[in-house]
């Protein structure tokens, strides 16, 4: 089973930067898509941003321009770079990644544990 191990959260004043990052812990895998989602209280849980192993990007409208999605394939880490962080950003981040066990070919998703972020006004 692979293991996303979220760190990086945190509270930030209007306008500060914060770095998240996610590494996957586990045996005999690979890793296609890993991406950011986030909740507040009472809502859906909803896309941040992905990014495949060959480096494609997708953002939501909310957070293109101020946020940048990297990753590192060989340490299996994903990192979320925050800039010009907005109230609204607040939520918990939760870590997401798509692949497959070798051998077999088997399918997974896997969830981090999620990480607070909070940006005051």
């Known amino acids: 089973q692979v293991q996303l191990v979220e760190s990086g959260g945190g509270l930030v004043q209007t306008g500060g930067s914060l770095r998240l990052s996610c590494a996957a812990a586990?045996?005999?895998?690979?890793?296609?898509?890993m991406g950011w989602y986030r909740q507040t209280p009472g809502n859906q849980r909803e896309l941040v941003t992905t990014?495949?192993?060959?480096?494609?990007?997708n953002y939501a409208d909310s957070v293109q321009g101020r946020f940048t999605i990297s990753r590192d394939n060989g340490k299996n880490t994903v990192y979320l770079q925050m800039d010009s962080l907005k109230p609204e950003d607040t939520a918990v981040y939760y870590c997401?990644?798509?692949?497959?066990?070798?051998?077999?070919?088997?399918?997974?998703?896997?969830w981090g544990q999620g990480t607070q972020v909070t940006v005051s006004s």
């Open positions: 586990g045996s005999m895998f690979v890793i296609n898509v």
């Open positions: 997401n990644a798509n692949g497959y066990y070798i051998p077999g070919l088997t399918e997974f998703t896997s």
């Open positions: 990014i495949t192993r060959s480096g494609i990007t």
